[in-house]
């Protein structure tokens, strides 16, 4: 079976890390090029963490690139609190020998899509940033992308403000080209990822599976349990990021809701808000069509064994 062709954007990130994890053990996938962007901590960080994943899994034959420093208008604001000063707190990997290659996350993504004979996906897990650069830079290459997986915004809830969620508060006028750009998107958003969540008695199966993976897992899930359990009474740890992995491993995981979607990038209080319209299409203005699909259920305990499976499956080939 021909495997999917995949380059994935993140900022690991505890949550990112799970996202590749999962991303880097199905072997429906062809991952062509990873390309790192400040987020969750800055994008040298980021870009660390990426290549130590990448070790720990033997992976280095992947094309790491790093990009944006930061977002398009303002300043980054990091995650800090909820992902450490390396951005990874928790694990015990040592530090990376190999190194990003020689050109910027923008020119690698081109690469991949000019040198690719069939449509790519992309897999977006940090702020919107580098590939809306991507956008604008190549738009003779948008047709070479046949969908993007994103994680971000929010039907009803926020984190970084009442009603933003990270990735797009960061960067909204970023996630704002993203679906106008007319390729097909699955968002993934706090409504649906609040719902994919890990308990502490669920991943306590990775200390017994006992590979180098479910080990690094683990060590990630007990750091990341403090802010999510301990800190904000959320019954386990939030798989935010991997969920957008999740989708194209297996879509029946979730249910998605075909709408219009914007990202607010005029209000104040309301800036990167996520406007959904989940009224039925026939019931809107013809100027307002479903530009893409959001998630709104996922069945959490398969997810939960699509994790654990995944680090069992990965662990145990290295």
Not at 255 to 281: E, Q, T
Request: net charge negative; charged share 25%.
């Amino acid at each position: 079976m021909e495997k999917r062709k995949l380059i994935i954007d993140c900022d690991p990130g505890h949550d990112d890390a799970i996202a590749l994890v999962l991303a880097l053990a199905c072997d429906q996938f062809d991952i062509r090029a990873i390309t790192t962007v400040g987020g969750n901590q800055t994008v040298e960080k980021v870009t660390r963490n990426t290549l130590q994943i990448l070790e720990l899994c033997k992976r280095t034959d992947i094309p790491v690139a790093m990009g944006r420093t930061g977002p398009y208008f303002e300043n980054l604001v990091l995650g800090e609190k909820f992902h450490g000063k390396s951005g990874m707190d928790g694990n015990s990997l040592p530090q990376p020998i190999t190194k990003p290659v020689d050109m910027p996350a923008v020119e690698l993504i081109a690469k991949v899509l000019e040198e690719s004979d069939e449509p790519v996906t992309l897999l977006v897990t940090g702020p919107f940033s580098n590939i809306a650069t991507f956008l604008l830079a190549y738009p003779h290459l948008h047709h070479k992308i046949d969908c993007l997986s994103l994680m971000g915004g929010s039907y009803y809830r926020g984190n970084w403000s009442p009603i933003a969620e990270f990735n797009v508060w960061i960067d909204p006028e970023a996630a704002e080209i993203l679906l106008r750009s007319g390729i097909p998107f699955y968002l993934h958003g706090l409504d649906v990822t609040h719902q994919a969540y890990i308990q502490r008695d669920e991943y306590a199966e990775l200390r017994r599976i006992n590979n180098p993976v479910s080990n690094f897992i683990a060590d990630l899930l007990d750091f990341y349990s403090k802010s999510c359990i301990d800190e904000r009474n959320h019954p386990g740890c939030l798989m935010h990021d991997a969920t957008a992995s999740g989708c194209l491993i297996d879509p029946t995981l979730f249910s998605y809701l075909d709408s219009f979607v914007h990202m607010d990038i005029d209000g104040k209080l309301s800036r990167g808000g996520c406007l959904i319209d989940v009224r039925p299409a026939a019931w809107r203005n013809s100027e307002i069509p479903n530009n893409g699909k959001v998630a709104t259920w996922v069945d959490r305990e398969r997810f939960v064994d699509l994790v654990i499976n995944s680090c069992r499956s990965l662990g145990d080939s290295l």
